[in-house]
């Protein structure tokens, strides 16, 4: 298997561009998560699906943000419009379960 | 929620050496802790887990010890080599997701 994928790896954008993250998880995994890691901090989980259905949304930081899974082997995360304070890197995870997570290689968003 | 502390920070050690890197956690319920090894530009990967049903689990020279009385963890690298220097990471179950902790950046020197 080739592991999580995400794309792209970077992304330089101007302030109020929207944004879009892609995820394909690793096949056969029923959950998928939504990770965002800067310096301040750390590494914060922002939302996951299981099954295709958001469960918990709560760590998105604000109405900007959006995440969507229209079938099992892709989700997007969607950021409009974007601010320079949402550079970060963005990681996607997947896991058949609720344990054991698989990270992609991540997303590195400068917003100028 | 799930709160998780990690200490230190940053470790250095002399190649060689043994490191130690400590987690605490605060949901008594929780009962799965997994590490994960981050490297420059890269995602971070699972190395071992420990569930809660067993004290101490090895895995070659990485050790990971759980009492769960304390709410503590840690994580054991022996005889430590350069390729070891990255960033680690524990972390803890929550809302059927994972709370990490702040990480520690563990330098080997040749």
């Known amino acids: 298997d080739a592991g999580v994928i995400q794309s792209p790896r970077h992304e330089v954008t101007e302030m109020g561009q929207e944004v879009t993250l892609r995820c394909k998880p690793i096949s056969g995994h029923d959950y998928l998560f939504w990770y965002r890691q800067t310096m301040m901090r750390g590494l914060e989980l922002l939302i996951y699906?299981?099954?295709?259905?958001?469960?918990?949304d709560s760590g998105m930081p604000e109405d900007r943000f959006s995440a969507k899974m229209p079938n099992a082997s892709f989700s997007t995360l969607k950021i409009q419009p974007s601010e320079p304070r949402d550079s970060a890197v963005y990681f996607c995870a997947s896991s058949f379960g609720s344990d054991t997570q698989y990270f992609g290689p991540g997303t590195r968003l400068t917003v100028l | 929620g799930e709160n998780v502390e990690q200490h230190p920070s940053t470790l250095s050690v002399q190649e060689g050496d043994s490191a130690v890197i400590k987690c605490t956690y605060s949901?008594?319920?929780?009962?799965?802790f997994p590490w994960y090894k981050q490297e420059l530009g890269k995602g971070p990967q699972l190395i071992i887990d420990?569930?809660?049903?067993?004290g101490e689990k090895k895995d070659q020279r990485i050790a990971v010890t759980l009492n769960k009385t304390a709410k503590h963890f840690s994580l054991h690298i022996t005889e430590t080599q350069p390729e070891d220097s990255a960033v680690y990471f524990c972390a803890a179950p929550s809302r059927r997701a994972l709370t990490f902790g702040s990480g520690t950046r563990l330098q080997v020197q040749p």
């Open positions: 699906f299981n099954n295709n259905v958001p469960i918990d």
């Open positions: 420990i569930r809660s049903n067993v």
């Open positions: 949901d008594s319920a929780s009962n799965y």
